[in-house]
């Protein structure tokens, strides 16, 4: 299976909105109530590959809406304004990441197994990522950024953040192993 090209652009840095490419498609994200969210109809697009790909998401929608067990998923999609093709803002449906997932699992068509296989590699790619604290800091730091910290700020919540998992470390060395206890020692601090 041919490898998804994966070419990250950022654009307007200040308002937290980037560019994300999924073979020769642009996906849009922007950063907001500290999470990434990504334009549904992008996604359909780059899936599909129709020209009606916001039909095809409004159909969808309406399916996975109407769908027994599927109806909390409505309650996951909002709306954000996000640059249009034109240059102007304007409103686009937007989910998180898992609820993304969910929204691709739906769709029936064989350009969404080469996405899905991409979006396990990446997965893979992450939790790799998530065992090496310098790189973690490092994503800390650019997710802080998007969403407009200053240094100082940053720097300070590094710096905690380091602070409690040496702290942590240093419990269990103790001996401590619940929740509970943790949530007590914390409570102290």
Known sequence: MEKPEQIELVMEP???????????AGIRQKFHNGEWLFSIVDIVEALVGTGRHRKYWRDLKTKLIDTDGVTQLSAQIGQLKLPSADGKLRETDVANMTTVLRIIQSIPSKSAESFKQWLAEVGDERIVKVNDSEIAFRRAIYTYKAAGHDDEWIKKRVQTVRNRRDLTSEWQQRGIKDGLQYALLTDAI
């Open 14 to 24: 200040k308002k937290g909105t980037r560019m994300v490419m999924f073979q020769k």
